[in-house]
């Protein structure tokens, strides 16, 4: 976790993890994701899509 301010924290980690122990219910005003996604959306310069999984996780 690490915050930003009083109102902006960023979690990393496993998502599903982090909802049930740190996030409290009723309590998220916005949610950010950041690709890529490895689903093939084509881009101005490049496609989202990598031939292997594991160059696409490192």
């Given at each position: 976790m690490k915050k930003f301010g009083q109102d902006h924290i960023v979690f990393l980690g496993?998502?599903?993890?982090?909802?049930?122990q740190e996030i409290e219910n009723q309590s998220i005003h916005l949610i950010f994701a950041d690709p890529p996604y490895n689903i093939g959306k084509k881009y101005v310069n490049t496609t989202d899509k990598w031939s292997d999984k594991d160059i696409f996780l490192n």
């Open positions: 496993d998502t599903l993890k982090i909802l049930e």
